[in-house]
């Protein structure tokens, strides 16, 4: 095995996978856009060329949303495309390599050097651009291990997957989709940013809405009406002793490191604040929507309870007679771990260390990811790729581009290993 290592590994082409890096940030490839699908269509053909068979379909987007354990979705959309490879051997894969193409939107262009987020800028040994980290440097290392063990004419032994998806980033419709097709596999690695460390646990994360009635007067006459704005405080109060009390005690005790050094793996944030429809009347409307964080192993229905019941204890007049209204639109993800003990922690570590001198450490992330439904899947999981979660939905995007050789090199080392050469 270690001469078809070395062949596989001689066979990274570097300067190709930084080029195809490059090109697949200049793909505007926004969450629900035309060009999510444009992106999906060029994987489709590269991983074709590399020798895979590749499974293209286009998504039931209604038969999906009718499905059980549906995820839910944020961002609309016309249309949505799955594209699952395979090769070597047969049955079941024996690992799959799965990447997002989608990315969020790039926010106030003036705040990114150079004003264009798609084209990306290479400064020293970092690439700039909108998705460099989340996560197109992980999709493209996995394509550039697929192109690696063609160009090295290795045939394996068990099947290799590499999945690539749609709309992880409002909820995780490209995974469920492509679990609802069929597709499995003995385990898999999702490629997204991880600093270096193996993230083997999620926290989850659920959408909120908040309406916040109050009563309309003349802005001169202000005390003959109820502000909306005013008594949506001691509800954002409410919320912020919520998340206090939800990250007491946070150290898993049967993983006591997972979560260390994050003095809130369970955020709950305000996102977005609307009021009011004209500047000198009292705002009888406000909406406030956010994210509530979800513990490891808890139940989400549990988690949105515990939101609806500190909401609905404020002990303010206005709102007990006009009590706040609590919906749950848009994404819905629940938390998900690698199952405690299982080879596949291991045998990462082993193909990381022997790339890197060491060993990654193990950790958990405070945000939602596809981890929880290849999980929920019966397929166990972990994050490893380049980037830092940081730079992640900022306009400082970027990735550090040994980051990117490592990780390829690391993954074509676990994809040898795990599924065998003939």
Request: charged share 25%; proline share 7%; aromatic share 6%.
């Amino acid at each position: 095995m270690r001469d078809v290592e070395a062949g596989v590994l001689n066979a990274i082409d570097e300067a190709e996978t930084v080029n195809l890096l490059a090109e697949t940030v200049g793909v505007p490839s926004v969450t629900g856009t035309d060009a999510e699908s444009e992106l999906q269509h060029r994987f489709a053909r590269l991983l074709t060329e590399a020798g895979m068979d590749v499974d293209v379909w286009k998504l039931d987007l209604p038969g999906l949303a009718a499905r059980p354990g549906f995820p839910g979705t944020e961002a609309p959309r016309s249309e949505g495309y799955g594209v699952v490879a395979v090769t070597g051997g047969e049955g079941t894969p024996a690992l799959a390599l799965q990447g997002h193409v989608d990315v969020v939107p790039t926010g106030d262009l003036a705040k990114w050097e150079g004003r264009d987020p798609f084209a990306a800028r290479i400064s020293g040994d970092v690439l700039h651009g909108r998705g460099a980290c989340d996560m197109k440097a992980g999709l493209v290392a996995n394509l550039a291990v697929a192109r690696a063990i063609k160009k090295a004419g290795v045939r394996l032994a068990r099947p290799l997957a590499v999945h690539c998806v749609i709309s992880e980033e409002d909820g995780g419709l490209g995974a469920f989709a492509t679990l609802a097709r069929g597709h499995t596999a003995q385990a898999a690695v999702i490629t997204e940013p991880t600093s270096g460390a193996v993230i083997t646990a999620n926290a989850g994360a659920l959408t909120f809405r908040l309406e916040i009635a109050g009563r309309a007067a003349h802005g001169a006459t202000r005390h003959e009406g109820v502000s909306a704005v005013e008594v949506f405080w001691p509800v954002f109060e409410a919320i912020r002793r919520l998340e206090a009390e939800r990250n007491r005690d946070v150290p898993d005790p049967s993983r006591p490191g997972l979560f260390r050094g994050d003095g809130a793996p369970y955020p709950i944030e305000v996102g977005t604040v609307r009021a009011g429809d004209w500047a000198s009347t009292v705002p009888d409307l406000l909406v406030a929507e956010g994210r509530l964080g979800v513990r490891l192993d808890e139940d989400p229905a549990q988690a949105r309870a515990a939101f609806e019941e500190a909401v609905a204890g404020v002990a303010h007049p206005w709102l007990r007679a006009n009590p706040p209204v609590v919906t749950w639109p848009g994404g819905q993800f629940a938390s998900g771990r690698l199952p405690a003990g299982h080879a596949l922690l291991d045998e990462v570590g082993r193909a990381v260390a022997d790339v890197t001198g060491a060993r990654p450490a193990e950790a958990a992330a405070p945000y939602g990811s596809d981890l929880r439904l290849y999980a929920a899947g019966g397929i166990p999981t972990l994050h490893y790729g380049p980037g830092d979660v940081r730079y992640a939905h900022a306009p400082r995007e970027q990735v550090e581009l040994k980051e990117l050789r490592e990780v390829t090199r690391a993954l074509a080392l676990l994809v040898v290993r795990r599924c065998g050469a003939l």
